[in-house]
């Protein structure tokens, strides 16, 4: 079947490295554990962000748009991706950002401010009317004479899922070349759209393997619907001949912790020992989460010793600098 790939820009450094993960002692021996590099998608760009983006900044250019709008977290690595490119491209970018402005500006919200992004900071318990807030920001923008390209959270629409579509072609096109099977790919999921990519384009290049969300966000459990939901958009919206069974769909629970961007001691010992021992950084919220929820996994033998894991770094070093002090103390 022929891909309808929407037109996109070339913001992110690829391909990115696909290789095996050199065997560190944290990693239990006899699994064979290989590693997507997104990390390292670009400096500014890096992660899994800016795939996304360059389908939806596309549309905004297309649109003649002179802002993205975009929300987050203070910590967004989305909303730094979406400034980062803005700023490349010409444009303004405006921001939602959820939570009490921080004393400090460290990590994804220096380079924000650095990109010279509008910046709203809205309480967290607005954030069921995230839609809506930004659609006012926008309003107001208009009213100025402005034209904004609003961009749902973490890029995670129809359009955004196309970032992972194609990312999942470069990646079988890796691992033919390296003659091997993957049987399962891991990453972390927050907004689903990294997920559904990954998901669609496995079916779409006909690389039969497993799609894991590893839970990094949601208590009690990740609600499966959204997943869904933005499957059946994606497949309905580009007439994609792809069929899907819900228990297609893993999510890996037990992984959250103490909640959504907040870090137990073991997480971080795991952390830390992981970044002394591979030279790989990992993030505290997605990837560091992830990481040790695969691990964990293997510890407790869930998986066969026989299949080889691919992990995907969607990057969000930045997210280190601002919890630097619990890294040490
Ligand atoms: C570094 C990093 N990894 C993983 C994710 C999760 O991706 P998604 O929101 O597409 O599920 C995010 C999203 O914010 C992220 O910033």
């Known amino acids: 079947m022929k891909v309808p790939f929407p037109k996109s820009l070339n913001l992110a450094v690829t391909p990115t490295p696909l290789e095996k993960l050199r065997d560190i002692p944290l990693i239990p021996p006899d699994y064979k554990v290989y590693i997507k590099r997104d990390d390292l998608t670009g400096f500014g760009l890096s992660g899994?962000?800016?795939?996304?983006?360059?389908?939806?900044a596309y549309e905004a250019l297309k649109k003649k748009a002179d802002t993205l709008v975009t929300c987050g977290g203070f910590q967004s690595n989305h909303a730094r991706a979406t400034a980062l490119v803005a700023a490349q491209l010409g444009l303004k970018s405006?921001?939602?950002?959820?939570?009490?402005?921080?004393?400090?500006?460290?990590?994804?919200?220096?380079?924000?401010?650095?990109?010279?992004?509008?910046?709203?900071?809205?309480?967290?318990?607005?954030?069921?009317?995230?839609?809506?807030?930004?659609?006012?920001?926008?309003?107001e923008l208009k009213f100025k004479g402005r034209n904004p390209y609003i961009i749902p959270e973490g890029g995670s629409n129809p359009l955004g899922v196309w970032g992972y579509i194609k990312a999942a072609f470069e990646m079988k096109k890796q691992i033919d070349k390296l003659e091997?099977?993957?049987?399962?790919?891991?990453?972390?999921?927050?907004?689903a759209g990294t997920y559904c990519g990954l998901f669609l384009?496995?079916?779409?290049?006909?690389?039969?393997?497993?799609?894991?969300?590893?839970?990094?966000?949601?208590?009690?459990?990740?609600?499966?619907?959204?997943?869904?939901?933005?499957?059946?958009?994606?497949?309905?919206?580009?007439?994609?001949?792809?069929?899907?069974?819900?228990?297609?769909?893993?999510?890996?629970?037990?992984?959250?912790?103490e909640g959504y961007a907040l870090n137990k001691k073991e997480e971080i010992e795991f952390i830390k020992a992981f970044i002394s021992k591979s030279g790989i950084l990992l993030d505290p919220v997605y990837t560091g989460k992830a990481m040790f929820g695969l691990v964990d996994r293997l510890k407790k033998g869930e998986f066969s010793r026989k299949e080889k894991i691919l992990f995907l770094h969607t990057g969000g070093g930045f997210g280190l600098f601002p919890v630097k002090e619990k890294y040490f103390s």
């Open 94 to 139: 405006a921001l939602v950002l959820f939570g009490d402005e921080p004393p400090q500006n460290e990590g994804n919200l220096f380079l924000d401010k650095l990109c010279g992004a509008e910046i709203g900071f809205v309480p967290l318990s607005e954030y069921e009317n995230v839609d809506r807030i930004m659609e006012q920001f926008s309003s």
């Open 201 to 257: 384009g496995a079916k779409l290049c006909g690389w039969k393997t497993e799609v894991m969300g590893i839970n990094v966000r949601f208590l009690p459990t990740y609600p499966k619907e959204k997943i869904i939901t933005l499957l059946e958009k994606t497949i309905a919206q580009y007439r994609l001949k792809v069929r899907f069974t819900e228990k297609e769909i893993k999510v890996v629970e037990g992984y959250v912790g």
């Open 180 to 191: 091997i099977k993957i049987a399962k790919i891991v990453t972390a999921l927050s907004s």
């Open 48 to 56: 899994n962000k800016v795939r996304k983006l360059e389908f939806l």
